[in-house]
């Protein structure tokens, strides 16, 4: 359980997961180093990657404590299953899928599922699910974790797509426990390479931090 508690941690506490999509095994690794250069901990290998399995186990021999590795885009539980036995830490989902949910408790990995509507968020919940990706969150802005926080005051919510640097605070401001970036965090990499996600990664740790400064 405290593995459990340190993962769920380490993601809100930076705000941010990276969401990797990589061509091979070599590309991934050199995405995920630089975005533990730009500071953050968290990223989160789309199973859209080739090998995906294979990524995430290089990613946990290479980084070791320095990365929390989770699978994504994870449509059933043998997924699921493959991701954890090759190391995933978390698993994320862009539906809620509740044999999934129920192998994930039994290893007790966090398992973030994708919802859209509040009878979704609090199926989720119901099953054990600890961070809601409110998804695609671009269909709903930041005002709809406000309202879903009204009657659901405890519900931790991640959104993802939609988010960018110039909304991240009105996220934050409505109570996103973090974000998750894909899209915006390869911006320039084909040509400038790695040191432009790097740049864009401190980016999006700064404007949390800052938006969760301006909120308190």
């Not at 859209?48 to 699978?71: N, Q």
């Amino acid at each position: 359980m405290m593995k459990k508690l340190k993962i769920l941690n380490a993601i809100c506490e930076c705000g941010v997961v990276a969401v990797v999509r990589a061509n091979s095994k070599e590309e991934a690794v050199d995405i995920s180093q630089a975005c533990i250069e730009g500071g953050i901990k968290a990223i989160e290998v789309t199973y859209t990657v080739p090998g995906a399995s294979e990524v995430i186990k290089i990613l946990k021999e290479t980084f070791k404590d320095k990365l929390y590795v989770g699978a994504g885009t994870v449509l059933d539980s043998e997924t699921a299953r493959a991701a954890i036995l090759a190391g995933a830490e978390y698993v994320v989902s862009p539906g809620f899928d509740e044999a999934t949910a129920k192998l994930c408790n039994r290893y007790q990995v966090p398992y973030l599922a994708g919802c859209m509507t509040i009878t979704e968020i609090i199926k989720a919940m119901e099953a054990g699910v600890d961070i809601v990706k409110l998804f695609p969150g671009s269909a709903f802005g930041p005002s709809f974790i406000k309202a879903v926080k009204g009657p659901l005051p405890q519900a931790n919510i991640m959104p993802t797509g939609g988010v960018s640097l110039d909304n991240i605070h009105e996220w934050v401001k409505a109570g996103a426990v973090a974000i998750g970036i894909g899209g915006d965090l390869m911006k320039g990499y084909k040509e400038f390479g790695t040191a432009k996600i790097m740049e864009n990664a401190k980016k999006f740790v700064d404007k949390v931090r800052e938006a969760r400064e301006g909120v308190k």
